[in-house]
């Protein structure tokens, strides 16, 4: 008898153990994949700041993690308001790698600037916009900015409406892509 209910012991606390392993695995996927951040989602996972300096306005941005699906694409910051230009600059720990012009558009000015990885360093995921005021008479209170984010290759946007209301991306259709504005008076004081 007791042969046999050892036999039982030894084949009942292995599968016990991949029991509690599956369920344990499956609990474990399941809240690691919640917390994942995609390219349709990432605008909530931006934090920005900003400051003024005479007659330029900085708008600072870091993504808080990166997109589950992919860095590629481009991203365009549209301003409205008095500015006199606008420029851009893409930040890694060892420096500036990008920096892009603005262009004056009828409403306003965009500028365009990469989202990818290359060599092993993000473009797009860390970066400043400045912004130069026409005079120091003007304020950063009047200024609009949009920030529009694609995630897939496509042509150059037809950069004619700094405020992206209708975006459009040459001959490409079903670019996906979002437009948020950026309040500057929450981040410059």
Same mark, same amino acid.
């Given at each position: 008898?007791?042969?046999?209910?050892?036999?039982?012991?030894?084949?009942?606390?292995?599968?016990?153990?991949?029991?509690?392993?599956?369920?344990?695995?499956? =609990?474990?996927?399941?809240?690691?994949?919640?917390?994942?951040?995609?390219?349709?989602?990432?605008?909530?996972?931006?934090?920005?700041?900003?400051?003024?300096?005479?007659? %330029?306005?900085?708008?600072?941005?870091?993504?808080?993690?990166?997109?589950?699906?992919?860095?590629?694409?481009?991203?365009?910051?549209?301003? %409205?308001?008095?500015?006199?230009?606008?420029?851009? #600059?893409?930040?890694?720990?060892?420096?500036?790698?990008?920096?892009?012009?603005?262009?004056?558009?009828?409403?306003?000015?965009?500028?365009? =600037?990469?989202?990818?990885?290359?060599?092993?360093?993000?473009?797009?995921?860390?970066? %400043?916009?400045?912004?130069?005021?026409?005079?120091?008479?003007?304020?950063?209170?009047?200024?609009?900015? =949009?920030?529009?984010?694609?995630?897939?290759?496509?042509?150059?946007?037809?950069?004619?409406?700094?405020? =992206?209301?209708?975006? %459009?991306?040459? #001959?490409?259709?079903?670019?996906?892509?979002?437009? #948020?504005?950026?309040?500057?008076?929450?981040?410059?004081?």
């Amino acid at each position: 008898m007791k042969t046999r209910g050892n036999h039982f012991i030894v084949f009942l606390l292995p599968a016990l153990l991949m029991i509690v392993m599956a369920v344990g695995g499956y =609990f474990y996927l399941k809240n690691d994949q919640s917390n994942e951040v995609t390219n349709a989602d990432l605008q909530d996972n931006i934090d920005w700041s900003g400051s003024l300096m005479a007659s %330029t306005v900085e708008l600072s941005w870091q993504w808080r993690a990166m997109p589950a699906d992919g860095m590629f694409g481009d991203d365009y910051i549209g301003v %409205t308001g008095a500015v006199e230009s606008l420029s851009v #600059e893409l930040h890694a720990s060892d420096g500036i790698l990008y920096e892009a012009d603005g262009v004056e558009v009828d409403n306003g000015w965009i500028v365009a =600037f990469p989202n990818e990885l290359d060599e092993n360093k993000s473009l797009g995921n860390r970066g %400043t916009l400045i912004i130069e005021l026409e005079s120091d008479d003007v304020s950063y209170e009047d200024l609009e900015v =949009f920030l529009l984010h694609t995630w897939a290759q496509h042509a150059p946007l037809e950069q004619q409406d700094a405020t =992206f209301s209708d975006p %459009t991306f040459g #001959e490409a259709s079903n670019v996906p892509f979002w437009v #948020e504005e950026i309040e500057v008076s929450s981040y410059v004081h």
